[in-house]
């Protein structure tokens, strides 16, 4: 199942993670959509994760 989980504090997940297919390719466009606090710097995420060809893919900022 694909998830995303918040690190930066008082990071909101507002859009989950989307896993949409590139039409004639064997690739997909991945995102999720947070809303962080102005002071926050960097990625507002830890990891982001999903299953693939019966694996687990974990990608890391």
Known sequence: M???????PGATLTHAL???PLPGTDRAV?????SSPVSARG???RSIGWSEGGRTVTQTP
Do not use: D, E, Q
């Open 43 to 45: 990625a507002p995420y």
């Open 30 to 34: 991945l995102w999720a959509t947070f």
């Open 18 to 20: 989307s896993v949409v």
């Open 2 to 8: 694909p998830g995303a989980r918040p690190l930066v």
